[in-house]
């Protein structure tokens, strides 16, 4: 068994094979080309990203590293947040505020055509949905949401209820649980800090640009565990009661949560089914070994 140990402890090395990129997409590219190129700037096997971009859509795609691809499902289930330009067919009608207010909360979807999931009719949480401003027929949106909602169908929707028809315009991605756009990184960054480091030995940079993996984490209840439950969870075993340290008061049962070690290196994700306070039994089920 291998525990990465504190990780803001680890060599650039270790950094690199379980790492996060907050990465700024740029227009053009699809989420999976960048992906690979993070992949091959980093000079690891793999790389994830977090949540598909399409290629002219730009903004917040956090790029898991090496053995951190094991974490990218924590993206499912958080939220999102956009900016979009929503373009009427027509001028904008007198009650535009108050046919958008009315798509916030749950919204029926059907994903379009061209899409990488099963066509079928399901619901997704719109959370708040808000004018920003208008220009003529376009018009700026706020959009935070449930993970898997489409933006282009719902500016689609929106025209039809506005009775004007309308299609989406730009888009960019602001944030994703537990990211946002107040640090994000290009590729040229990644460059240059990888350049830096390699050409010199100066690892700074790099430590700015790429953080331990952990960071994809913060927004998911926490489980501290004891280094001997660790042992035994590497092996397969889930994690008991005896070896549960601490947990968050938020962790809720069936709920997803991510274990730690007392020096906050991540060891597995889980689902809470048991009180941690308990004297036996079992605490987290695992669904990822990390270890």
């Known amino acids: 068994m291998s525990l990465r140990g ?17 990465l700024d997409k740029p227009p053009g590219p699809s989420a999976h080309q960048v992906a690979a190129w993070v ?53 904008p009608p007198a009650d535009l505020d108050s046919v958008v207010a009315e798509f916030e909360g749950p919204l029926y979807q059907k994903p379009p055509r061209k899409s990488a999931v099963v066509r079928q009719l399901r619901v997704r949480e719109i959370h708040d949905l808000e004018v920003r401003s208008v220009e003529g027929r376009q018009v700026l949106l706020h959009v935070r949401c449930e993970s898997g909602t489409y933006i282009r169908k719902l500016c689609h929707d929106l025209g039809l209820a506005l009775g004007t028809g309308a299609h989406m315009g730009d888009l960019r991605r602001t944030a994703t649980d537990p990211f946002d756009d107040a640090d ?19 690892d700074d940079w790099l430590r700015e640009v790429v953080a331990p993996a952990e960071r994809a984490l913060d927004h998911l209840p926490r489980v501290t ?26 962790a809720s049962f069936d709920g997803l949560v991510a274990c730690y070690t007392p020096d906050d290196a991540v060891v597995c994700l ?22």
């Open 39 to 91: 992949r091959d700037l980093c000079d690891v096997e793999q790389a994830a990203h977090a949540g598909t971009l399409d290629p002219k859509v730009t903004g917040c795609l956090p790029v898991l590293t090496g053995a951190a691809t094991r974490l990218s499902q924590v993206f499912l289930e958080g939220t999102k947040e956009y900016v979009a330009v929503l373009e009427l067919h027509a001028d």
């Open 225 to 250: 565990v004891a280094y001997g439950a660790a042992e035994e969870i590497a092996n397969g075993a889930p994690v008991y009661a005896p070896g549960v340290i601490d947990a968050d008061a938020d």
């Open 6 to 22: 504190p990780p803001d402890e680890r060599g650039p090395d270790a950094l690199l094979e379980f790492g996060v990129v907050n």
């Open 184 to 202: 994000l990184v290009t590729l040229h960054d990644l460059s240059d800090a990888l350049g830096r480091w390699r050409e010199r030995g100066d």
């Open 270 to 291: 889980g689902r809470m089914v048991g009180d941690p306070d308990a004297e036996s039994g079992t605490v987290v089920e695992l669904e990822r070994v990390l270890i």
